[in-house]
């Protein structure tokens, strides 16, 4: 077996222009895919035509698109994170949520394939059950199982109605953890039946839903495997996905790049998730160096399932080219405005509140919390300000004192939260965290454009969730908090 069809390497959409040379020679090489990464859409659209085309089999091209094509190549449309969709149809009835949910991820869908992209690395089947989590938060759809199993598999079935394949992840459940896999390897120290009773509930029905792939996570899971080897690098791991679960589709590895991997190489992991009964090495950094290691070495090909697998023949073979060979080839044109209007009314539905809103801001000053240097809350400042003509306010970043002398004592103090939940950030969050402590008791409101749980600890303070920061969920906060301020 070629050890190229095991790997799915990154694809950087905004270098493929000038590095189209070398995705052709890993093409030629026969490699499974690619991940992708950023780029304009109909750049990227017609270079992965190209890449299909030359291909001996069909290209899984995946990508995390769990917003949406927009969240990573430019032009698609962004929707909001699976905690706020889950929030904006939490309150409707089951088949107008349904209907709903239809909508979205057929636009997930119709959009992806006209990109080019194949397979959807969604939904997340994390249940985010511990509030410190750093990686997961909104990215999940909720805090119990049945929320996430409800909208994982609606999201499952339409993507697969619609012909693109979707991935769920992170088995066997990465929600409670307080550690990014990404940075290092989390342990979840739960035992089996706990686990069968919450965290692979989700990956159970998403099996019954015919989901296609699942992804492992860089997780100890001594429940599944005492030697605390990540569950990716697993074969009780797999075992157990396999015979004790029954899933008989393909399964991937998270990123092989991430230090969740443990004290491995990534060459080491790569040989170790095969021989472990993985299909598919997902994002290893140096494809042309995993390939030459791995075919030096041992490992088990019989203990892979390969189904759906690219070299596949007969009947097997021609269910795979029907998914995934034609993807973006012939879909229609998309009505990409009427898909960013769907994404910009879930933003509105989506927000919540807690506490009392029925305060009278006459004077209002904000304090803008944000993680990084760039400029934040924008469209939030701009709604403000046509509401309360002159609107004050200031950015502060983790780290910097609060200015209070400039704080005027009769203005009314509100706190907005600009904190994002994505890989690598370290301890970032605890300085965000630290200064919400501060204003604690000082501000009238806090609002949270990101992850809700940076504000679990304020009571008896007003709080807004939005869940994401993007125009449509700021203006849908301004609406919320200028309707409640309406004598």
């Known amino acids: ?68 094509l927009g969240q990573q ?36 869908a119709k959009e992806a394939e006209y990109g080019g992209i194949n397979t959807i690395l969604a939904p997340v089947l994390d249940i985010n059950t511990n509030p410190d989590n750093p990686i997961i938060a909104t990215r999940a759809f909720g805090e119990d199982s049945d929320t996430v199993s409800l909208f994982g598999c609606e999201m499952i079935k339409v993507l697969q109605q619609n012909g693109i394949a979707a991935c769920g992840k992170h088995f066997p459940g990465h929600g409670d953890t307080e550690i990014d896999s990404h940075i290092s390897l989390p342990v979840i120290k739960k035992d089996l039946d706990s686990l069968e009773h919450n965290e692979l509930v989700p990956f ?37 996905l396999r015979d004790r679960m029954g899933f008989r589709g393909l ?12 004290r491995y190489t990534e060459n080491e992991a ?29 490992y088990f090909i019989s203990k892979s399932t390969f189904l759906s697998f690219p070299g596949l023949t007969g009947e097997s073979r021609k269910a795979l080219d029907a998914r995934l060979g ?36 006459t004077k209002p000053f904000m304090i803008i919390l944000k993680e990084d240097k760039i400029e934040k809350g924008e469209h939030f400042v701009n709604a403000l300000k046509q509401k309360y003509g002159g609107f004050q306010y200031l950015s502060i970043f983790p780290g910097d004192d609060i200015p209070w002398s400039i704080i005027p ?17 370290g301890q970032t969050a605890a300085g965000v965290q630290r200064a919400i402590e501060t204003l604690d008791g000082r501000a009238k409101i806090f609002i949270s454009f990101g992850n809700p749980y940076v504000l679990r600890n304020l009571r008896n303070v007003a709080k807004i969730y939005a869940y994401w920061d993007s125009a449509s969920a700021q203006k849908a906060v301004a609406a919320r908090l200028t309707s409640c301020d309406t004598p």
């Open 204 to 240: 159970k029905r998403a099996i019954d839903e015919g989901v296609g792939m699942i992804m492992l996570g860089h997780l100890s899971v001594p429940a599944l495997d005492p030697t605390g080897r990540p569950a990716s690098l697993s074969g009780r791991a797999v075992s157990y």
């Open 73 to 108: 190549i430019e032009g698609g449309a962004v929707f909001p994170p699976a905690m706020a969709i889950a929030s904006a149809l939490k309150s409707a009835q089951r088949e107008e949520a349904s209907s709903m949910l239809e909508k979205i991820y057929a636009a997930f």
């Open 251 to 262: 399964i991937i590895t998270d990123a092989m790049n991430m230090g969740g991997i443990g």
């Open 326 to 361: 034609t993807s973006g080839m012939t879909c229609k044109e998309i009505d990409f405005a009427e898909h960013q209007r769907l994404s910009d009314r879930l933003a509105g539905m989506a927000v919540t509140a807690e506490g009392n809103l029925d305060i009278k801001i």
């Open 270 to 298: 790569s040989l170790m998730a095969l021989n472990a009964g993985v299909d598919i090495i997902l994002h290893p950094s140096d494809p042309d160096g995993t390939a030459s290691y791995l075919q030096q070495k041992d």
């Open 1 to 68: 077996m070629n050890p190229y069809s095991r790997l799915i390497p990154r694809l950087n959409g905004r270098e493929i222009e000038e590095r189209f040379g070398y995705y052709l020679n890993l093409v030629e090489k026969g490699v499974a895919g690619f991940i992708v990464f950023g780029g304009e859409l109909e750049t990227v659209r017609a270079r992965l035509a190209k890449l299909q085309a030359a291909s001996h089999h069909p290209l899984i091209i995946a990508s995390d698109l769990e917003q949406g």
């Open 409 to 425: 004592k009769d203005h009314d103090l509100i706190v907005s939260v600009f904190s994002q939940v994505k890989a690598w950030k």
